[in-house]
């Protein structure tokens, strides 16, 4: 009798383990689940220009294979993968025409935008080919518009992307700093250098500032890159290219997948 009820107690022990452990291999199973589909959006920097091998179907946005969101999407096997982003897109382009594939079941956003709001090329252009005082000019009119009218652009594509992916982590990804200063290169001056690499930071904290505030995760490109910029000896970003004016100051191949890539499998 007593051995019966020994075997009975036992055996009311290992079916609670067992109901146990199959609850928790259960919710493990769950959290394992895939979490949905990967949508890139935004300009340039994230379509892949300068990195090369790009995608002829997507014409003058040039999606490069070598871009941070295509080598994301090839290791990691989303359920979905929509790449969107293009060269040159600015807030309005991203409403306007890159926003399409996002729904309740995408898992996982990233996006660079604002540089070309802020009149990235045009900052560039002058700096290249004007005076030193020109260069500074034209960038504090830049650093005017980040600091005036980038942030009410920036909110309408972060509330966009939330209100049409609610449950999707979203990785606003930043911009790396041009310049390796200190040191002899030829080229632009150290004042601008050191404009231009003022300049990246203070549009760096503005959308990192507006991320925040939509509960987005900022991805903090400039440590990657650090050691690597233009003047290093081992630049990820392209100088001025005239064989292909559109690569000049972007990354090349190398600055997609050691500095933009890391960052958002860190942030993913």
Not at 156 to 185: D, E, M, Q, W
Not at 235 to 243: G, I
Request: glycine share 12%; hydrophobic share 35%.
């Amino acid at each position: 009798m007593r051995r019966s009820r020994l075997a009975a107690f036992v055996g009311s022990l290992l079916l609670a383990a067992g109901t146990a452990l199959t609850g928790a291999a259960t919710a493990q199973a769950s959290s394992l689940a895939p979490t949905g589909g990967y949508a890139a959006l935004g300009d340039s920097y994230s379509s892949g220009v300068g990195a090369g091998s790009y995608i002829s179907s997507s014409g003058d946005c040039k999606r490069s294979t070598k871009a941070y969101p295509y080598l994301w999407a090839t290791a990691h096997s989303p359920s979905t993968f929509d790449f969107t982003a293009c060269s040159g897109a600015r807030t309005g382009d991203v409403l306007s025409g890159q926003l399409g594939p996002l729904s309740s079941a995408t898992g996982l956003v990233s996006i660079t935008v604002g540089g070309n709001d802020a009149g990235f090329a045009d900052v560039m252009t002058t700096c290249v080919t004007q005076s030193d005082s020109a260069c500074i000019s034209r960038i504090n009119t830049a650093r005017a518009y980040v600091d005036s009218t980038l942030p009410g652009k920036l909110d309408s594509v972060y509330s966009a992307i939330r209100s049409k992916a609610p449950n999707a982590h979203v990785v606003v990804l930043g911009y790396p700093r041009f310049y390796k200063l200190g040191t002899t290169c030829l080229g632009l001056s150290e004042a601008k250098r050191k404009a231009i690499n003022d300049a990246s930071d203070h549009l760096n904290t503005a959308i990192a500032k507006r991320a925040a505030n939509h509960g987005f995760t900022f991805g903090e490109v400039r440590p990657a890159f650090t050691g690597h910029e233009i003047c290093s000896g081992d630049s990820w970003l392209h100088s001025v290219n005239w064989l292909n004016i559109g690569e000049s100051y972007h990354p090349k191949a190398p600055g997609q997948s050691g500095g933009y890539l890391p960052v958002l499998n860190a942030n993913d």
